[in-house]
């Protein structure tokens, strides 16, 4: 029996992985002339370096955990260092212990001279709210602004007058009505529990080959889906260019795709989901990779920088400082990544145009930086969900409906997580479901 999987981003592969190795004959579509999705690696001078994602939550299993199944075990790194910076007030200023901005330390943030603090104590509601409203409401705008903004930025590239708090940052809600004491306990309480984060010599972009090498698992490239039809026994798929669609018979189908392919594929059969699908936007931005001869005068794994300020880039890593088998290379790897939601405008300048304004802003944060070697730009138009206030109940919609059909399930970055570790677990739960409904024969 056999399931179609659409999409081969990290998400889709994991579902792809979960049906094979629990019997299913799977063939993942992919729209595009490779797998990864958001994961990707590419060649920068004699390097080859991960363009997008590159690291991988260790807190949470999900993500080592497939990295482990799939025999990769022996490429896991951690970073040699995850000190971070805030490029503000003229100056790479060293990060205060926060949580996910919330200062976890308030005469640490007094010394860093980031930002002032303005505490105030107030209930937390049930409610979903901003994170801005939250935030500003009980720590005051400066710390929004030039931290938690900045954080959040990374790790969304979003704004957080729009962004969800429940889904964003649920660890900031549960702080409780006192922020600072919250963040200076939960600190305490995050501080034995081992790496942050974990990287694979080589890069994580050869996770997507390693799990789609998996037996029982066919992928098939550049075979867009244009939709999904129910049969009398199944459904049929219609893949491939509009002037020649071939069709596809499966049992059952996994839809790995972003929110708005998602939503058209599914519309017919839960067409309340693709209603809230559609509704949820997406950030466009690009990493700009330079290869150099000279490090910076900078210690550190990188740093983020406030929208406030005005600058082309948003964060920069010294990938060479943050990951050994980078700089074994003996090349200094420093990534940019410029543009947040809205801000597409910002992607319609060339290549050339990017690298240089971004390497302007890299030579002012670090004073000084030689001439690049080589350095490519990578865009990722439609980058980056946007979990905008009530993204949790368009999830449940999103969950209901798509649950009231047979056979059909949805997975991926658009629904509880961005992070490689949630869409793994999310394309694992999507497959799990598919088998335990039982309508498979291994
Ligand atoms: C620049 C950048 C850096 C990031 N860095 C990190 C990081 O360091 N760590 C981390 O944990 N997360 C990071 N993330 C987030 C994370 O990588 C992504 O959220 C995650 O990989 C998304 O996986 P996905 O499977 O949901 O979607 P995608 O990776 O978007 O995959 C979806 C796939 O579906 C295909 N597709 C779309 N429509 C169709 C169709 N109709 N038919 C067939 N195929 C279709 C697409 O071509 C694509 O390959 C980063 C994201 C970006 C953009």
Redesign the pocket.
């Given at each position: 029996m056999r399931v179609a999987v659409?999409?081969?981003?990290?998400?889709?592969?994991?579902a792809a992985y979960e049906l094979a190795s629990g019997g299913a004959a799977v063939v993942v579509?992919?729209?595009?002339d490779?797998?990864?999705?958001?994961?990707k690696l590419g060649s920068v001078g004699d390097l080859t370096l991960?363009l997008?994602?590159?690291?991988?939550?260790a807190r949470r299993p999900e993500?080592l955990d497939l990295v482990h199944a799939v025999g990769l075990d022996d490429r896991v790194v951690h970073p040699r260092t995850i000190s971070a910076s805030i490029w503000t007030h003229g100056a790479l200023r060293p990060m205060p212990p926060t949580v996910m901005g919330v200062p976890a330390d308030v005469d640490a943030l007094r010394a860093s001279g980031i930002a002032e603090v303005d505490p105030r104590v107030v209930p937390v509601p049930d409610d979903d709210v901003s994170v801005a409203e939250f935030v500003t409401d009980r720590l005051g705008r400066d710390v929004l602004d030039r931290l938690v903004e900045p954080l959040l930025g990374g790790v969304y590239?979003g704004h957080t007058d729009a962004l969800s708090l429940h889904a964003t940052t649920p660890q900031v809600a549960a702080l409780g009505p006192d922020l600072l004491a919250g963040a200076a306990s939960a600190r305490s309480a995050a501080e034995s529990t081992g790496p942050v984060f974990a990287g694979l010599v080589g890069g994580?972009g050869q996770l997507p080959a390693a799990v789609a090498a998996t037996p029982g698992i066919d992928v098939r490239l550049e075979?867009?889906?244009?939709a999904v039809t129910r049969t009398a026994d199944g459904w049929r798929l219609s893949?491939g260019p509009t002037t020649d669609v071939e069709h596809l018979d499966v049992d059952a189908v996994v839809v790995?795709?972003?929110a708005p392919?998602?939503a058209?594929?599914i519309a017919e059969d839960a067409p309340e989901a693709a209603f809230a699908l559609a509704a949820i936007d997406y950030a466009s931005?690009?990493?700009v990779t330079y290869v150099l001869d000279e490090p910076p005068a900078f210690e550190g794994s990188g740093f983020l920088v406030p929208p406030v300020d005005g600058t082309f880039i948003k964060a920069a890593t010294v990938s060479s400082s943050k990951w050994g088998w980078v700089a074994d290379s003996g090349r200094t790897v420093v990534r940019a990544?410029v543009g947040r939601a809205g801000e597409a405008t910002l992607l319609q300048h060339d290549d050339g145009d990017i690298a240089a304004r971004a390497l302007a802003d890299l030579r002012t944060a670090f004073g000084g930086l030689p001439e690049p070697l080589d350095w490519a730009v990578?865009r990722?138009g439609?980058?980056?969900?946007q979990y905008d206030v009530g993204h949790l109940d368009r999830v449940e919609i999103v969950e209901r409906s798509v649950a009231a059909v047979p056979d059909l399930e949805v997975?991926?970055?658009?629904y509880r997580g961005?992070?490689?570790?949630?869409?793994i677990a999310?394309?694992r739960a999507a497959a799990r479901r598919i088998l335990d409904a039982g309508t498979i024969e291994s």
């Open positions: 659409v999409g081969g981003g990290m998400s889709g592969l994991a579509l992919e729209g595009s490779r797998i990864g999705g958001k994961l991960d997008g994602a590159e690291s991988i939550l993500g590239a994580v075979s867009t889906v244009r893949v790995a795709a972003p392919a998602a058209r594929l931005m690009a990493i990544s990578q990722w439609g980058g980056l969900p997975c991926g970055a658009a961005v992070g490689i570790p949630a869409v999310s394309g």
